[in-house]
């Protein structure tokens, strides 16, 4: 499994300004970033998994978006023209990210698996929290920054796309 060590490593290796911030308490999921660390959760950024079943197969997709404004299972499936979405199995957010399931970093993701990022995170430079794989642990680092290091189709998650609306990003595989 991947940790903040190797985060920032890998951060450091890409002269990446950041910081890792140990947490007051521990977490159990991305979702409690915002109470952990007295911040809004608009500058706290979480990796949503969902298992996806298109004609061609089942398949996990990242979805990375702050944590005030999750992503919905109907946006995702009219975006990838899906037949169901559902929120994966912790065995596959373990399997298919290498972090444990409720705390993936957007970071260091494999190549094989498909990444959507929310556009909104687009628009801002500011700091953002990020979860490392550690229950105690969290990333500092700018939005742009952390964008521009996150292989991912960015897409507009605002809206409900209808079902028969064709996939603006094919799943990898």
Same mark, same amino acid.
């Given at each position: ?12 290796? %890409?002269? &990446? %300004? %950041?910081? =890792?911030?140990?947490? @007051? ?20 950024? +979480? ?8 004609? =061609?197969?089942?398949? #996990? &997709? ?7 404004? @999750?992503?919905? $299972?109907?946006? /995702? +499936?009219? /975006? ?6 559902? @929120?994966? $199995? ?15 970093? $957007?970071?260091?993701? #494999? ?10 995170? !687009?628009?801002?430079? !500011? @700091?953002?929290?990020? #979860? !490392? +794989? ?31 609306? $064709?996939?603006?990003? #094919?799943?990898?595989?």
């Amino acid at each position: 499994m991947k940790d903040a060590l190797a985060i920032h490593r890998w951060l450091l290796a %890409h002269q &990446v %300004h %950041h910081e =890792i911030v140990r947490l @007051p308490r521990a977490m159990t999921c991305s979702d409690e970033l915002p109470e952990v660390l007295s911040a809004s959760p608009e500058i706290c950024v +979480g990796v949503t998994v969902f298992e996806v079943t298109t004609r =061609i197969g089942r398949e #996990p &997709v990242a979805v990375v978006a702050s944590v005030g404004s @999750p992503p919905r $299972p109907g946006v /995702i +499936g009219g /975006i990838l023209a899906a037949r169901r979405v559902r @929120p994966a $199995p912790a065995f596959t957010v373990n399997s298919a990210t290498d972090y444990a399931s409720g705390l993936v970093c $957007p970071l260091l993701l #494999p190549a094989t698996l498909t990444v959507l990022v929310d556009e909104r995170l !687009t628009r801002t430079a !500011t @700091p953002v929290y990020v #979860p !490392t +794989g550690e229950r105690r642990m969290a990333l500092l680092i700018r939005a742009d920054h952390l964008l521009t290091l996150v292989s991912g189709k960015i897409v507009n998650l605002t809206r409900q796309g209808s079902r028969g609306e $064709p996939a603006t990003f #094919p799943l990898a595989g």
